[in-house]
Antibody, heavy 123, light 107 residues
Framework: QFTLKESGPTLVRPTQTLTLTCTFT??????????VGWIRQPPGKALEWLALLYWHDDERNSPSLRDNINITWDTSTNQVVLTMTDVDPGDTATYFC???????????????WGPGLLVTVSS | DIQMTQSPSSLSASLGDRVTITCRTS??????VAWLQQTPGQAPRPLIYSASNLHRGVPSRFSGSGSGTDFTLTISSLQPEDFTTYFC?????????FGGGTRVDIK
């Protein structure tokens, strides 16, 4: 049974750096064909993929946010951390992390999701 | 980026109705489409992958079809818990992209 849970601040000021943590159980990123991704959803809007980290410590980021986001894996705590710099009110969203199963080369399914964390960016 | 055009954006239906939601992609992606269901305030629930394969535990009233650029999600007989929102998603290439969503309301 895979579980994931997002944690971090629920209110961030514009221009600050947002750091979100995904704590997961039931799997390891040391195993081939496994990854953890981040997806967000502004209130009332569609889902937007942000980043993916997978075994071999490889990662992919959304081109629209590439300069502002970073995804890392803390092997000692089984956590994946998403860092987003210089946030603005447009980054207000529910942030989800999800277990990703690799189905083909560079193709991943998000098959288990965390409950999400609503982050508001406001002064 | 691969664009996902999902339609309709909303629909009204009755219990027991058959409904179909479509997703068109901006380029051919074989069958690399997933469908997710999302109830307000909750995480998305994966329903279908590879266009037509049901995830474990998903009721058989859900089905998916399509390949190339046109994909459909069909619910054969709407149940009370099905009145919620659905998204398509492509995983053919990065960046992963999602459709705009379809809200299914009770008529």
């Amino acid at each position: 049974q895979f579980t994931l849970k997002e944690s971090g601040p629920t209110l961030v000021r514009p221009t600050q750096t947002l750091t979100l943590t995904c704590t997961f159980t039931g799997f390891s990123l040391n195993i081939p064909a496994v990854g953890v991704g981040w997806i967000r959803q502004p209130p009332g809007k569609a889902l937007e993929w942000l980043a993916l980290l997978y075994w071999h410590d490889d990662e992919r980021n959304s081109p629209s946010l590439r300069d502002n986001i970073n995804i890392t894996w803390d092997t000692s705590t089984n956590q994946v951390v998403l860092t987003m710099t210089d946030v603005d009110p447009g980054d207000t969203a529910t942030y989800f992390c999800a277990h990703a199963s690799q189905v083909k080369v560079r193709k991943f399914l998000f098959d288990y999701w965390g409950p999400g964390l609503l982050v508001t960016v406001s002064s | 980026d691969i664009q996902m055009t999902q339609s309709p954006s909303s629909l009204s239906a009755s219990l027991g109705d058959r409904v179909t939601i479509t997703c068109r992609t901006s380029q051919k992606i074989f069958n690399e489409v997933a469908w997710l269901q999302q109830t307000p305030g909750q995480a998305p629930r994966p329903l279908i992958y590879s266009a037509s394969n049901l995830h474990r535990g998903v009721p058989s009233r859900f089905s998916g079809s399509g390949s190339g650029t046109d994909f459909t999600l069909t619910i054969s007989s709407l149940q009370p818990e099905d009145f919620t929102t659905y998204f398509c998603q492509q995983y053919n290439s990065f960046p992963v992209t999602f459709g705009g969503g379809t809200r299914v309301d009770i008529k």
